[in-house]
């Protein structure tokens, strides 16, 4: 099962997650710029992208669209100030894409003003650690 971990981040906190994803799967944690692309086909893309305005970034769809053929199955996660998340707008754009995606997502609070201090947290971690060894054993 090969496994591979990009992420979109502006302020670190989805990097965090990204860094928990990589480091539970043993790969590495790759930033989506506008030169990201999957190298092979991959069995689990996990994708992480917080919100913006209500919006995953457009570099975030912009890899997804490029990457569409490789991506076997797509995992989401990502963080947010109000608790909403990206994952059915990717979900929707991936499908649309003839992707398959994960049932399930993961998101928890991010830093953002005056709200969320120090999310993720060590806690937020363990979650998305967990997930990400979930998807994987689901995807056996
Ligand atoms: C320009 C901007 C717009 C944002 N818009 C939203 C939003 O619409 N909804 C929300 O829940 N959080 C919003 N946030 C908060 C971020 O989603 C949150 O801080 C997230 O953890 C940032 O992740 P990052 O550090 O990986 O970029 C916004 C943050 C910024 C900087």
């Given at each position: 099962?090969?496994t591979?971990v ?15 994803v990589a480091g539970a799967l043993g790969v ?104 990400a060894?979930?998807?994987r054993?689901?995807?056996?």
């Open positions: 099962m090969t591979e990009f992420y979109y981040s502006r302020s670190g906190n989805t990097k965090k997650l990204a860094e928990a590495s944690a790759n930033e989506i710029t506008e030169t990201a692309e999957l190298s092979e086909k991959t069995d689990v893309v996990y994708v992480g992208s917080s919100l913006y305005a209500g919006s995953p970034d457009k570099s975030v769809y912009d890899f997804i669209d490029k990457n569409a053929d490789k991506i076997g199955m797509l995992a989401v996660f990502g963080s947010s100030a109000s608790g909403n998340s990206t994952y059915k707008k990717l979900k929707a754009f991936a499908e649309a894409r003839g992707i398959h995606v994960f049932e399930k997502f993961y998101n928890c609070p991010g830093h953002f003003l005056f709200m969320h201090k120090d999310r993720p947290d060590e806690n937020d971690l363990k979650g998305i650690a967990q997930f060894r979930v998807v054993y689901k995807s056996l």
